[in-house]
Nanobody
């Protein structure tokens, strides 16, 4: 059975940092693009960052320079290090997997986890 489990969300002050973690099972992890998307109330789903099977990262403009995605295929895990968080980063963050190398929009993802809430206060 395929399962994606996400953790690490929290409430922080602007300028703070968080590290989101995700583990995926039941799929050929190393063959999939892994990524993070976020959904805030009233906002369009946004692909924040992805890392494909060969380790090439992609960052949305809003994440560049502040977020870092990484993966460990042996552990079947992916992380999103978020630094210098801004109030506009407040959203539910989802870890997801896709067979495509380039993933955008969010509907390109094939599998996703339960989401973790990130709240950034000013």
């Amino acid at each position: 059975k395929v399962k994606v489990v996400t953790s690490g969300g929290a409430s922080v002050q602007a300028g703070g940092a968080l590290r989101l973690s995700c583990t995926a099972s039941g799929l050929i992890f190393e063959d999939n693009t892994m990524g993070w998307y976020r959904q805030a109330p009233g906002n369009k789903c946004e692909v924040v960052s992805t890392i494909n099977a060969d380790g090439s990262p992609y960052y949305a403009g809003s994440a560049k320079g502040r977020f870092t995605i990484s993966r460990d295929n042996a552990q079947k895990m992916v992380w999103l290090q978020m630094n210098n968080l801004l109030p506009e980063d407040t959203a539910v963050y989802y870890c997801a997997a896709a067979t495509l190398a380039v993933v955008d929009p969010c509907s390109d993802f094939d599998l996703w986890g339960q989401g973790t809430q990130v709240t950034v206060s000013s």
